[in-house]
């Protein structure tokens, strides 16, 4: 199972990749595309290596433990989430995309 929601994600990634024009990546426009991009790749690793991409995948990681508190930099999530914090893993590939500064593994 965790492989392949591993897959799928890589596949996903790998299709989204695809869909970003070449001479888009200069742009500022496809900057961002691609920094986001890296992210949510720099993401799925981080749950990969810490053995909780099946968690999240169910909805059972709670990213509150892994945020910080103060909504600075403390933690590895660079934003104060409320007690618990169990949300759908589309939700956190989307905040990797849009987002990518409120997580420390996309610096």
């Not at 200069?26 to 720099?42: I, T």
């Not at 104060?80 to 990518?100: C, Q």
Request: glycine fraction near 8%.
């Amino acid at each position: 199972m965790l492989k392949k929601v591993a897959l799928t994600l890589a596949i996903a990634t790998a299709a989204v990749l695809m869909l970003v024009p070449v001479a888009g990546a200069s742009s500022s426009k496809g900057s961002d595309s691609l920094r986001g991009l890296r992210c949510v790749a720099a993401g799925v690793n981080f749950l990969v290596e810490n053995k909780l991409l099946g968690a999240a995948a169910r909805q059972q990681v709670d990213y509150d433990t892994i945020d910080s508190d103060s909504g600075g930099s403390e933690g590895l999530i660079n934003t104060d989430l409320p007690t618990p914090s169990f949300l759908p893993l589309w939700t956190v590939i989307k905040l990797h995309y849009t987002n990518p500064e409120l997580f420390d593994w996309c610096n």
